[in-house]
């Protein structure tokens, strides 16, 4: 298994920016894919990005392409979500999910069920 602490959250004014952070520990030497969700309260967690174990491939909701951008440092076995031009609806509590893989499609990088290691989440609060 995997474990994995996010970092970064905060409160920003829209327009602003964040950097989101996620640091793994635990089974990192196996190839994980691993991605970026986000829920609001009474909401299903959504699929915001994801990124392949090597970086090759990345995949983005349409609501944040263009304005988000998912990348990895392995050596230093973190993740991280640049978060740029942010809206109110970008408002949520935001995990990282990691998942054993070497090949990563949109439909299983888009599925939450696929991800078997969570970390706890950190806020994100944009205000208008």
């Known amino acids: 298994q995997v474990q994995l602490v996010e970092s970064g959250g905060g409160w920003v004014q829209a327009g602003g920016s964040l950097r989101l952070s996620c640091a793994a520990s635990g089974r990192t030497s196996s190839p994980n894919a691993m991605a970026w969700f986000r829920q609001v309260p009474g909401k299903e967690r959504d699929f915001v990005a994801a990124?392949?174990?090597?970086?090759?491939?990345?995949y983005y909701a349409d609501s944040v392409k263009g304005r988000f951008t998912i990348s990895r440092d392995n050596a230093k076995n973190t993740m991280y979500l640049q978060m740029n031009s942010l809206k109110p609806e970008d408002t949520a509590v935001y995990f990282c999910a990691a998942q054993a893989s070497t090949i990563l499609t949109s439909v299983v990088a888009r599925a939450s069920r696929a991800y078997h290691s969570w970390g706890q989440g950190t806020q994100v609060t944009v205000s208008s």
């Open positions: 990124i392949s174990w090597n970086g090759g491939t990345t």
